[in-house]
């Protein structure tokens, strides 16, 4: 069991990488809100769309309630509450993403019906035991009151150390993803290298290479 001090020492650091997420989410919306409104707001709804808003905005109730349970006095009954909420949100969150991935991936391929199948099938079968290993994780969590009385956070007790398969299994996907994406890359680069294309396939990869190192790191942790 992790001591007082040290959970503290940890919340520290970690509260200081939440702001400074925060801090980076406003910013990145800032600078990103002019062309969301030349280009999104206008077009017509579909499920793009849809999805694009979603995650888009849902992530500011994810930040806020992220904030709150670092700077509030709660019970660890509350705490329990929110950490529940946050990662319901951020289940929800990383299943857009990868959903919006999945469109982009049977665009990449011309809308080839095989893929797309292939995918919605793997989607599916790998999310359910996703959201089973998720709740189990979740449900785990039990918080206790810190020793000092009107100490702001929240201070886990114990855990159950599960949470590295959901990370596996996003992974899994995303690893299917970047195979298909690179596949098709090499026929698309060969034909043209128009700047599109490059950003397309550009941002593919670096989405991998970053979700790779932190969910590694998250599973290390």
Not at 54 to 81: A, E, K, M
Not at 176 to 186: A, D, Q, R
């Amino acid at each position: 069991m992790v001591s007082f001090a040290d959970q503290a020492f940890i919340k520290s650091v970690v509260t200081n990488f939440d702001i400074a997420a925060a801090a980076l989410l406003v910013y990145d919306y800032l600078i990103t809100v002019g062309d969301e409104i030349t280009y999104m707001w206008p077009s017509a709804w579909n499920p793009g769309k849809v999805l694009f808003f979603l995650t888009r905005y849902l992530v500011f109730v994810d930040t806020s309630l992220v904030l709150v349970h670092q700077f509030q006095v709660l019970t660890p009954n509350q705490c329990g509450i929110i950490f529940r909420s946050i990662g319901w949100m951020l289940g929800i969150g990383v299943g857009i993403a990868e959903a919006i991935l999945t469109m982009r991936t049977c665009v990449i391929w011309a809308g080839n019906k095989t893929v797309q199948y292939a995918l919605i099938t793997i989607f599916i079968v790998l999310w359910a035991p996703l959201l089973y290993f998720l709740n189990d994780a979740l449900s785990s969590l039990v918080f206790t009151t810190p020793p000092n009385p009107g100490t702001p956070g929240c201070f886990l007790l114990t855990q159950k150390n599960i949470l590295f398969a959901v990370f596996i299994i996003v992974m899994s996907y995303e690893t299917i993803i970047m195979t298909l994406t690179v596949i098709k890359g090499v026929t698309h680069f060969r034909q043209a290298s128009s700047p599109l294309v490059v950003v397309l396939y550009r941002d593919g990869i670096l989405n991998y290479i970053w979700l790779f190192g932190t969910c590694s790191s998250s599973s290390l942790g």
